[in-house]
């Protein structure tokens, strides 16, 4: 496993995400997540598997100091009375007394980011998790973020995939020494069909989902990977024993479009321009 580094925290970089999957799926999975050796779970609260998730790690008998563990505050909970409350419940849901990370999920259109900020830095400061981040936040929101927050915003997770130019991200990113975590690695199922990706791929020994999954990892990005069939476990692992070259690298990122973004819903979703 490699890790990144981020204000001084140390984060698995390739994680277990639980996006789209129901309770029964995730407690199918995950003591197999654990034995092929994740130990970077992600979920949230909009989920609705976070106790599935919870249980399932209690029942493994993994020691909790051995895992990473994030969820997710749902914009519906950005208010002074349901911010915190929502944090207590998804503690008990997961069954834990503090997670590793706590993120606001979207920005939204509704709460100024610094109120978002606020509850985020009060949720730490009680105790309930031990570092603190943001999602699908745009450049300007970040910086805002990053310029209000009392302790350090460590990551901000957003949508990453090769069809996709998040440079300017990563510049910030890289600028403010927060890491990026990508979510929607496989450009729902498109990396794994496309045929370039798979000539880098036999060229290794590998399979393209996993050439999309070193490319992510390579530009030193926290990278999330999914899925409720245990037989794609060990290939989603098996990432960290090759290296693309200089050439594949860039050649993967020009695989960028202008109308390469998948993940954009109203009302939850910024401006990305700015």
């Not at 994680?15 to 999975?29: H, K, L, N, Q, T």
């Not at 996709?164 to 890491?179: C, F, H, V, Y």
Request: proline share 4%; hydrophobic share 45%.
């Amino acid at each position: 496993m490699d890790y990144v580094q981020a204000h001084g925290a140390t984060i698995p970089a390739l994680g277990f995400g639980v996006f789209r999957m129901s309770e029964a799926e995730v407690e199918a999975i995950t003591a197999a997540a654990l034995e092929t050796g994740f130990r970077h779970f992600d979920t949230a609260q909009i989920y609705g598997n976070e106790a599935a998730l919870g249980q399932a790690l209690k029942s493994a008998g993994v020691d909790r100091d051995d895992l990473f563990l994030t969820t997710k505050v749902w914009i519906a909970n950005y208010s002074a009375d349901r911010f915190a409350a929502s944090v207590d419940e998804s503690l008990e849901k997961l069954g834990v007394e503090r997670v590793d990370l706590l993120l606001a999920h979207w920005p939204g259109d509704q709460v100024p980011v610094a109120r978002q900020i606020e509850w985020l830095n009060e949720a730490q400061a009680a105790g309930k998790t031990r570092l603190i981040g943001v999602s699908n936040y745009n450049r300007a929101q970040l910086r805002e973020a990053i310029a209000m927050s009392t302790a350090p915003i460590t990551t901000n997770q957003i949508e990453i995939h090769p069809y996709l130019d998040q440079s300017a991200m990563a510049a910030l990113a890289r600028e403010t020494g927060t890491a990026l975590t990508a979510y929607f690695g496989m450009a729902d199922g498109a990396v794994p069909r496309d045929a370039a990706i798979a000539t880098f791929a036999a060229s290794h020994g590998k399979t393209p989902a996993q050439v999309g999954l070193r490319w992510l990892l390579q530009q030193g990005f926290i990278v999330l990977s999914k899925t409720a069939r245990a037989e794609r476990l060990a290939e989603n692992f098996d990432v960290f024993d090759f290296t693309l070259t200089a050439d594949e690298m860039a050649a993967i990122s020009g695989l960028a479009r202008p109308e390469g973004r998948i993940v954009s819903p109203e009302g939850l979703a910024p401006d990305w321009s700015v």
